[in-house]
């Protein structure tokens, strides 16, 4: 119950739009009203299955709880009942090859994902409003047809239509724009997803006053969160976060990096649909 109050006094915040890189090509998957066609290159036979076809796989029932935050940032949970994602792409032959995986709704918007990003162990935290990664458990993507805010299933479960949650990776990780809802088509391809661009710096490294503010750059700036690190470690997604929110909510949250003395910053741009930038590492050093 006090959970549920915290959750709720969040301000909510929603991305305007994620155009999917083919829009329009949503009929010309294969998609209908009432089913989720899997389509693509990356599979040995186009398939479409029902809703109820779906709700009938016995052998791949799932549910769980879902941490996430959106690009405002907010953070919350979600409870959905489905079947495993896997589950349905193995129905469908997946082969070897497939590299990226498109979740389309039926009102367009869709998501990108590098299939490495579907396949790797990803998180429910329990502790992130703590902002604490104690207690993470490992969670699947699934297809749910019931899905409620919270960590119950309750009556305000919504039913029939089918949204796509995964787990995060890191308590920053920005789930929650890619959980699709109204599942209409899954489109596995062959298609290498290449890599996100390094991160840049202005001003560039090198001698700079004491008290410079550093910006770190990027042209994806609203598709990617920029994680960076002082302390000459590798940077990954449990690292500094650069750009909690996205230039159009709260740019405000986007703050300088002050150079007080020597020092190395190294950043990383991470987001869905392609793989992690190479590390970008910048030495500044003051007089
Ligand atoms: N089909 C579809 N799925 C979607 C969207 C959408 O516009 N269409 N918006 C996404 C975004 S940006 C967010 S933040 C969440 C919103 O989830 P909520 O309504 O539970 O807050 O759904 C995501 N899934
Ligand atoms: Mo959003």
């Known amino acids: 119950m006090v959970l549920q109050l915290i959750i709720f006094s969040f301000v909510s ?9 083919a829009r329009g090509g949503l009929e010309s998957l294969g998609a209908r009203p009432g089913v ?4 693509g290159d990356g599979i040995d036979k186009e398939k479409s299955f029902t809703i109820e076809e779906i709700k009938g796989m016995d052998d ?7 941490s996430s935050v959106n690009l405002w940032p907010t953070i919350k949970f979600y409870t959905g009942k489905g079947i495993y994602l896997w589950s349905l792409l193995q129905k469908t032959g997946i082969k070897k090859e497939a590299q990226t995986i498109t979740v389309w709704g039926s009102d367009g918007y869709s998501t990108v994902f590098t299939r490495e990003q579907l396949e790797e162990k990803r998180y429910y935290y329990p502790n992130i409003l703590k902002g604490n ?7 699947p993507p699934i297809l749910a047809w019931e899905y409620s805010e919270g ?12 949204c796509l949650f995964f787990g995060q990776k890191g308590l920053n990780d920005a789930t929650a724009a890619a959980f699709v809802k109204k599942v209409a088509a899954i489109e ?20 700079v006053s004491r008290g410079t503010g550093v910006l770190l750059k990027h ?14 470690s590798t940077p990954d997604e449990n690292s500094l976060l650069y750009n909690p929110s996205t230039s159009y909510f709260r740019p405000q949250l ?4 002050l150079v007080e003395q020597d020092v190395v910053i190294k950043a990383v741009a991470e987001g869905f649909g392609k793989y992690r930038s190479p590390v970008a590492v910048f030495a500044y050093s003051t007089d």
């Open 254 to 257: 986007t703050k300088p990096i």
């Open 60 to 66: 791949a029932l799932a549910g769980a709880c879902y």
């Open 36 to 39: 989720i066609a899997v389509t």
């Open 188 to 207: 596995v391809s062959t298609r290498p997803p290449g890599r996100w661009d390094a991160v840049g710096a202005e001003p560039l490294p090198g001698r």
């Open 133 to 139: 990664r104690e207690g993470a458990q490992e969670v």
């Open 13 to 21: 915040g929603c991305a305007r739009t994620s155009p999917g890189e």
């Open 219 to 232: 042209l994806d700036e609203d598709r990617v969160k920029i994680y960076y690190t002082l302390d000459g």
């Open 151 to 162: 960590t119950g299933i309750s009556e305000g479960a919504e039913g029939g239509e089918i």
